[in-house]
C-alpha cells in the first residue's frame, strides 16, 4: 500500500459520530419548531430563534401523471438524464479481517428514475 493514503479508522468513526450527531440535530431542530410553532418564548440571553418559510414547486411524479398522464411521463423519463446518487457505507469488519486495510473499488449507485 506504499504511496497511496489510508482511510483511518478514526476518520470512519468520525464520520459515524456525525452522521448520529446530525440526526440528533434534526430532532432537536424539530422540536424547536414545535415549540416555535406553539408559542414558546425563547429564554433570556444572547441567543434568539427565528424562522423563515421558503416554499417550492415540486414536480412530482404523481403531479406530472395528473396533468400529463402515466404514458406521457414515461416517455419522459426515457428522455431526461438520470440522477446519480453516491452513499457512503461504514461497517463493522468481521472479526478475522480487522486488521487488513481493505479498497473497495466497486461503486454502489443508487440511480432516481
Known amino acids: ?4 493514503e489510508i ?7 468520525q464520520y459515524l459520530q456525525l452522521k ?3 440526526r440528533e440535530c434534526e430532532k432537536l431542530r424539530l422540536n424547536l419548531l414545535q415549540l416555535h410553532d406553539d ?5 433570556a440571553g444572547p441567543l ?6 421558503t416554499s417550492q414547486r415540486r414536480l412530482t ?16 423519463k426515457q428522455i431526461v438524464e438520470p440522477t446519480v446518487f453516491r452513499t457512503l457505507i461504514v461497517t463493522e469488519r468481521e472479526a478475522d ?3 487488513e ?3 473497495n473499488t466497486d461503486s454502489i449507485d443508487h440511480v432516481v428514475l
Open 1 to 4: 500500500m506504499e504511496g497511496r
Open 7 to 13: 482511510i483511518t479508522q478514526d476518520k470512519l468513526a
Open 20 to 22: 448520529l450527531s446530525s
Open 39 to 43: 408559542g414558546a418564548e425563547v429564554e
Open 48 to 53: 434568539d430563534l427565528a424562522v423563515s418559510v
Open 61 to 76: 411524479n404523481a403531479a406530472l401523471v395528473e396533468f400529463l398522464g402515466r404514458d406521457e411521463v414515461e416517455a419522459l
Open 97 to 99: 479481517v480487522r486488521r
Open 101 to 103: 486495510p481493505t479498497r
